[in-house]
């Protein structure tokens, strides 16, 4: 019913940067909040960053003055612009999203499939 379609992932430098985006899809009545979860090898999926329809912003504490979310609500979309990558950033990115699909209807959460991002030291 819903699909989220994350696309951006890719091998950088230390130092690069990459801009994931992830659109929303389906059967659609409002979205309340974005983000993006990442989990590398052996640990545990960790909030990176997410974004309410209004534009409240909230980072983990490892990505603070490196990364910004960004939401186009007209496209049911969202960015994460990943500025001075680390290697200790590398992991599996995975899009999330809060969404009522009819009027009255409790919202749920929904998943990506995941994309990779490897940052090269």
């Known amino acids: 019913q819903v699909q989220l379609v994350e696309s951006g992932g890719g091998l950088v430098q230390a130092g690069g940067s990459l801009r994931l985006s992830c659109a929303a899809s389906?059967?659609?009545?409002?979205?309340?909040?974005m983000g993006w979860y990442r989990q590398a090898p052996g640990k545990q999926r960790e909030l990176v960053a997410t974004?309410?329809?209004?534009?409240?912003?909230n980072y983990g504490d490892s990505v603070k003055g490196r990364f910004t979310i960004s939401i186009d609500n007209a496209k049911n979309t969202d960015y994460l612009q990943m500025n001075s990558l680390k290697p200790e950033d590398t992991a599996v990115y995975y899009c999330?999203?809060?969404?009522?699909?009819?009027?009255?209807?409790?919202?749920?959460?929904?998943w990506g499939q995941g994309t990779q991002v490897t940052v090269s030291s």
């Open positions: 389906g059967r659609i009545f409002s979205i309340n909040a």
């Open positions: 974004i309410t329809r209004g534009g409240s912003t």
């Open positions: 999330n999203a809060r969404i009522s699909t009819g009027f009255g209807s409790v919202p749920a959460d929904y």
